[in-house]
Each structure stands twice: as structure tokens, then as C-alpha cells.
């Protein structure tokens, strides 16, 4: 029935025919940066499922790589002149001169839509997350300077879509960063995080994600080679040092959360894996789409 989930994986949470969708891209992903020497590695809880569950962990919907920017400029560049078009395309975000907040590979005649990205003008088609995985300076100030500005970008983002699910606090500064203008010092501030990508330092971070200070700052080591481990049916690449990855990132990694975090951590609200997301969007929607940058 599955072509890359394995059959005695639990399906409690009625995704595992989207997780299997995700799969797809992220075999191709592995299969196309395998043939044009591109280091990649799972990060977050793509990674923590790999060590924790062997495959997904049971209710996530997405999967998440790392890609330092040297290496996601030749995915870039490779995927423009050989990738398969026909099934997927690369939607990047936040793409200032080659700068980025995030890439997303996007599969073709899919549906994945976000109630808090409903409207934006995006693509709402099932993907797999490429991250930045930035160079961090040794310098603790210039790591701090790294740090505000990554969050103002992540800030900025949040700004435009629906405040609802904030608190007080966070909402009515988010509200005042939304009367700037849309890409005010965005591109200046994405300039702050990618500075120090040829900086010899023994630190990467990956402060434009959801991480915090501490939580987003890795040691160089853990990333100095991958490994492929089992996943499901396939094989996906990990960090080298993929256990202190995921201490430093989550803690005790190997403790099943509460169900208020499992819910805080999935971001599908509708998912097709055989129709389009445009359908959706004018039957069940039918919102005018905004900007985001």
C-alpha cells in the first residue's frame, strides 16, 4: 500500500499517506544531491524521528533539511538545470540576491495548506523543508547581533499572518511590526545572519528557524561529515554527531511530549496527495491571496 512507509508503522494520526508523499520528494532529494556531491542532512525532528522512531515520528507532517549556503546555492543551481520539473519545483523564500529564510521542493498537483498561509501567495503544495544551516561567528557580540536580527526576519514574517493564536505580549508587537512596510530591513538583516558564511569558526546555527539562542547554536563538529541511517523503508542522511545535535536542540529527546505540543507541532490543516491545491482554495476558501514575502 506504502511505497516508502513501512507497514507496521502506526497510522493513529490518519497522515501516513502524506507522510509517504513526503518521502517521495525526500528519496528523489537524496537520490539527486547523491549525484551532484551536495551535503544535506535531516535537522529538527525529521532528524529526532530518524534516532527516536526510525522513520517519522508518528504525528509529524513535515520533513526538514540542513543545507549549508554554499551547498544550497549548487542544489540551486543543479536542480535549475537538470531537476525533474515535471513533478517538482523549488519555491524559496525570503530570496533576497541568493539569500533566503527558507527553501521549500515542492511535489506537483499536490494540496498542503496552512490555515495560518491560507491567502498568501504561495504555492500550497507538499514539500520538504530546506534550512540554512548558517556559520556562527566565535564572538560571542557578533553572535548575539547574528541572533536579533535572524529573529527580527522571523518576526517580520510572523507579523503578516493571523495573531490570533499569540498571546497578548507577542500579538501587539507583532501588530506594530506590521505597520512597516512589508520588506522593511528585511534584506539588510538577512545580510547580518549570512555574513560570517566563510568565517572560520566552530560554530553553525540555525537562528531563523524556531530554536532559541541556545537551543539554535551547534557546535561545527557535529555537522563535519553525515551518515545515512534508517528511515522508514529508505535510508536519509544525519549529522555525524546527531545525538548531541538533538540534546542541545531538544533536550531529553527521547521523551514522548504532551498532546498540546503534538498539536502545536503539526501544520496541515488540509492535505491531498493526488489533487491540486487550487481546488481547495476556490472551493473551500476562496480568500484573496496576499503577499509574503
Not at 210 to 226: H, I
Amino acid at each position: 500500500m506504502y511505497k516508502y512507509m513501512r507497514e507496521d508503522t502506526p497510522d493513529e494520526w490518519k497522515i501516513k499517506k502524506l507522510q509517504d508523499k513526503i518521502l517521495e520528494i525526500a528519496v528523489y532529494l537524496d537520490k539527486f544531491c547523491e549525484e551532484n556531491s551536495i551535503e544535506y542532512c535531516l535537522m529538527g525532528g525529521s532528524a529526532l524521528g530518524a534516532v527516536r522512531h526510525k522513520g517519522f515520528i508518528p504525528w509529524d507532517d513535515d520533513l526538514d533539511f540542513f543545507m549549508t549556503p554554499d551547498n544550497y546555492e549548487k542544489f540551486v543551481d543543479a536542480f535549475n538545470r537538470q531537476g525533474n520539473k515535471e513533478l517538482y519545483f523549488l519555491e524559496p523564500f525570503g530570496n533576497f540576491n541568493n539569500m533566503i529564510t527558507i527553501g521549500k521542493v515542492r511535489a506537483k498537483n499536490t494540496t498542503y495548506i496552512e490555515e495560518s498561509l491560507i491567502g498568501y501567495d504561495i504555492s500550497h503544495c507538499v514539500f520538504v523543508d530546506i534550512f540554512i544551516l548558517h556559520t556562527c561567528p566565535n564572538n560571542i557580540f557578533k553572535r548575539l547581533n547574528q541572533y536579533i536580527w535572524a529573529k527580527y526576519v522571523v518576526a517580520k514574517g510572523q507579523s503578516v499572518k493571523d495573531l490570533s493564536r499569540y498571546g497578548f505580549g507577542l500579538s501587539t508587537a507583532l501588530k506594530i511590526l506590521r505597520l512597516f512596510p512589508r520588506l522593511f530591513l528585511v534584506e539588510y538583516a538577512l545580510k547580518q545572519v549570512y555574513k560570517y558564511r566563510k568565517e572560520q569558526s566552530g560554530y553553525y546555527c540555525n537562528y531563523l528557524g524556531k530554536a532559541k539562542y541556545k537551543n539554535g547554536t551547534y557546535k561545527r563538529v557535529w555537522f563535519a561529515s553525515c551518515k545515512k541511517v534508517n528511515f522508514e523503508k529508505v535510508q536519509l542522511k544525519v549529522p555525524s554527531g546527531v545525538e548531541d545535535f538533538l540534546r542541545e536542540r531538544f533536550g531529553d529527546y527521547m521523551k514522548i511530549p504532551d498532546i498540546k505540543q503534538i498539536r502545536r507541532e503539526q501544520h496541515a490543516s488540509v492535505w491531498d496527495t493526488e489533487c491540486g491545491f487550487e481546488k481547495y482554495l476556490t472551493t473551500k476558501y476562496n480568500i484573496p491571496r496576499k503577499f509574503l514575502f
